[in-house]
């Protein structure tokens, strides 16, 4: 038996006017550049209160009243309501696709500097990470890989 095949109307960094693809639909690729299998989705954004774009590494969270449509605005959504990473601009009210599976990303915007191990979870600040210390209350969804001096992004693994 032959893999499974499809045809994707937009690339990855899609950033869509209107959706292109089945708004919740799942994407499986391989990444050369980590040599590994990631798993995305195609959502909707939603620019929050401010009206503000998705950039690359932003932690995005479930808006709980629509499904798949995503905020990185902490104070439209519940905090933990984890959803996905960015994996480039995405406008307000604009459709892309963000990762979702399990796998290694580089990108993630952090609210603070640390070390390696630490578990992160979304952050009260609008489209960062924070360190499970920081965030007790908050289910995590991914650990740093190794430590790190910036909090432009760390080497990252998520595990959901």
């Known amino acids: 038996m032959a893999g499974l095949s499809h045809t994707w109307r937009t690339k990855l960094l899609a950033n ?3 959706a ?7 994407r499986s690729e391989y990444d050369t550049a980590d040599s590994a299998m990631k798993t995305y ?4 954004y939603d620019g929050g209160t401010v009206g503000q774009n998705a950039y690359i590494g932003h932690v995005l969270l ?3 009243s629509t499904p798949y449509c995503v905020t990185v605005d902490a104070s439209d959504t519940t905090i933990g309501a984890y959803a996905g990473i960015a994996i480039g601009t995405i406008t307000a009210g604009y459709n892309g696709w963000i990762q ?3 796998g290694f990303n580089s990108n993630i915007l952090l609210a603070s500097v640390g070390g390696a191990n630490e578990v992160l979870t979304p952050s009260t600040t609008d489209g960062l990470a ?3 210390v920081a965030q007790l209350d908050v289910a995590p969804f991914g650990i740093t890989l190794a430590a790190y001096a910036t909090t432009a992004s760390a080497v990252n693994w998520l595990f959901r």
């Open 62 to 64: 479930s808006i709980g």
């Open 100 to 102: 979702v599976g399990p």
């Open 16 to 18: 869509d006017s209107s």
């Open 130 to 132: 924070a360190t499970a």
């Open 20 to 26: 292109k693809e089945q708004v919740g639909i799942l």
């Open 41 to 44: 989705r195609y959502i909707a």
